[in-house]
């Protein structure tokens, strides 16, 4: 028998370059908006689709974290859990944390080029992922895998 699992893939909005490391760097002021509209078109299709997201997973570095808590505050029951193996990481540990996941409505908040690489390979569909943008990705999950290819449901790009 399989499941359903609805995942947001966002990359983190527009930061800054002044922090002493990478890890450290802030969103900035544009970043921070971009972000907000992203939590809307989140919003819109978890509305449309009767859902609601019930975990967020992101990487530990300061501006997933911002992006992740700013998206989060629509949802006052989900959980969010941060990892710092996900700051520098690939799509097989991305693909690993959603199938460890119990929950079924699963946002996800990263880097690129990870990020672009996990869409791909499971939508089999090309999207660079800039900043604060959002795929929306339904999966089917069997007790022995994904059925590839998942389905891309909608991609929100920030102008």
């Known amino acids: 028998m399989s499941h359903k699992k609805n995942i947001f893939i966002c990359r983190h909005g527009h930061a800054t370059f002044t922090a002493q ?15 907000s509209n ?3 078109f989140i919003q819109k299709q978890c509305e449309i689709a009767n859902i609601s ?11 997933t974290k911002q992006t992740a808590k700013i998206i989060a505050q629509s949802y006052a029951v989900m959980q969010c859990d941060f990892y710092q193996e996900l700051y520098s990481t690939n799509a097989s540990q991305w693909l690993e944390k959603i199938t460890k996941a119990k929950q079924n409505t699963i946002i996800l908040v990263g880097h690129n080029p ?4 996990l869409v791909q390979v499971l939508s089999g569909h090309e999207f660079y992922m800039q900043p604060a943008n959002c795929a929306f990705i339904t999966l089917e999950i069997k007790p022995d895998g994904f059925i590839y290819p998942a389905l891309l ?7």
Do not use: K, W, Y
């Open 153 to 159: 449901n909608h991609v929100f790009q920030n102008e």
């Open 21 to 35: 490391t990478d890890f450290n760097r802030e969103l900035t002021a544009e970043g921070i908006q971009a972000v």
């Open 38 to 40: 992203t939590a809307l």
């Open 114 to 117: 990870t990020l672009s690489q």
């Open 53 to 63: 997201p019930e975990l967020c997973i992101s990487s530990s570095a300061l501006r």
